[in-house]
């Protein structure tokens, strides 16, 4: 049993700075939870009040059902993987991931560390590598040793802070996959914290979002992408963000910045009483109109809008559209068919406001 529980925790610092003001949440045992949010949200003092290197000021963590407010970290079982690896130089990658094994003396046969070791070294596939130093690896490598000392431990949960940032954005692809297909295999349960929100919304089960020490929201990436809390986690997930615009409800119809829409019978009963109003609209959910067919340009509000600058990266092309109401809108299109001139352009697009817009009541955040 390795399920981790926080009630309520606190963490309030020397100074009085309240970094974590209350944060409950149940993870699963075997369950990959993402701890995401902006810098200094106070994810990285969750996990370390977790792993026990802070003290928790108010509140209850338990570790399979124990509460270990008071446990000093090697008594959590719990192994933690750092950003910078924290390798020992002189010695090699066998000796590295036995390095936790050696520290608990006695309690293993040289055989069982070779057995451990081996074990971990498959997991992630250094066997050929046992024998040479950290100076001798590539990054992923020294990330994959620095993770074969948390799995020779038996640890009851690993836990990484921000084990990414020190590589390269391919590397950085690599390991994400490699960590998700560790995990799924060895079923520990996981707690991830990192700013990247495609790790986030990649690894994990579940996404626990943080803002100024408060959770936001915990739901799984879809939950989260399409079924945003607030309007802060709406802004977060997605990449381009959702687009806010103001909107004016006039009797049936909603004015936009661009357009004015007639009021579906989705969107009726959340505009409901409403005036002013927020409308969120994720920029897959414009198109380009003049490439859609007919039926398909039925169901949405057609305009004509200027683009000022394009994106294209391979697969899907970004288009930012200039607003006086709002700097930019962000779409992502299939495709434009035509090029900017040096003056821009305008082109048709199509809106589809469908359930998933958000609407909030209210102009400010
Ligand atoms: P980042 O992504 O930048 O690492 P984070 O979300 O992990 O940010 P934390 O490191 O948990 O943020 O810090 C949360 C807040 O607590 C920050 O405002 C930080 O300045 C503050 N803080 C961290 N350590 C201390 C400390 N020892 N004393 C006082 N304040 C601290």
Redesign the pocket.
Known sequence: MAAITLKDIVKQ???G?L?VKGVSLDIADGEFVILV?P????????LRMIVGLEDITAGELTIGGVRVNEKAPRDRKLAMVFQNYALYPHLTVFENIAFPLRLQKGQFTEEQVREKVEFAAKTLELQDHLDRKPANLSGGQRQRVAMGRAIVRDAEAFLFD?PLSNLDAKLRGQMRTEIARMQRRLGTTTVY?T?DQTEAMTLGDRVAV?RKGELQQVASPRGLYEQPKNLFVAGFIGSPPMNFLPGTVEGSTLKLPFAAAPISAELAPKLRGKELVIVGIRPEHFADATLLEDHKRASGVTFTAPVDVTEWLGSELYAYLPFETNPEVATTLEELDRDLDGEGLRTQLIVTLGSETKVRDGVDA
């Open positions: 610092y020397g100074d700075f970094a949010g810098s200094g949200c106070g994810k990285s003092t969750l921000e914290v700013h943080l």
